[in-house]
């Protein structure tokens, strides 16, 4: 049973920094993609960033220069650091796990889906 569970979020200042991690257990970890994504409130839930089992990423274009996604296979972990973050990054933050998956970063070609982590970016 895949099992993803987020942690990190927190409340920041404009400008500021936060690192998001996603602990995995229950399937092989290090052959599977990864991915973030965030929903504001009253938003439909859109993708962050992915990254393969061979290490290739993608970002959205939102983040793109701040944001860095990373894994580290030996811990099962998967990173999300966040810096010059802005008022717009405010949402939920949910790691995200599948066999498979092209760029962008969908929403559908995720099936498996930890709690979230909330990020709250004031200005």
């Known amino acids: 049973q895949v099992q993803l569970v987020e942690s990190g979020g927190g409340s920041v200042q404009a400008g500021g920094s936060l690192r998001l991690s996603c602990a995995a257990s229950?399937?092989?970890?290090?052959?599977?993609?990864m991915g973030w994504f965030r929903q504001a409130p009253g938003k439909e839930r859109e993708g962050v960033a992915a990254?393969?089992?061979?290490?290739?990423?993608s970002y959205a274009d939102s983040v793109k220069g701040r944001f860095t996604i990373s894994k580290d296979n030996a811990k099962n972990t998967l990173y999300l650091q966040m810096n010059s973050l802005k008022p717009e990054d405010t949402a939920m933050y949910y790691c995200?796990?599948?066999?498979?998956?092209?760029?962008?970063?969908?929403?559908?070609?995720?099936?498996?889906w930890g709690q979230g982590t909330q990020v709250t970016v004031s200005s």
């Open positions: 995200a796990a599948d066999e498979s998956w092209v760029p962008p970063v969908n929403v559908a070609d995720f099936g498996y």
């Open positions: 990254i393969d089992s061979d290490g290739s990423t």
């Open positions: 229950g399937y092989t970890y290090s052959s599977y993609c």
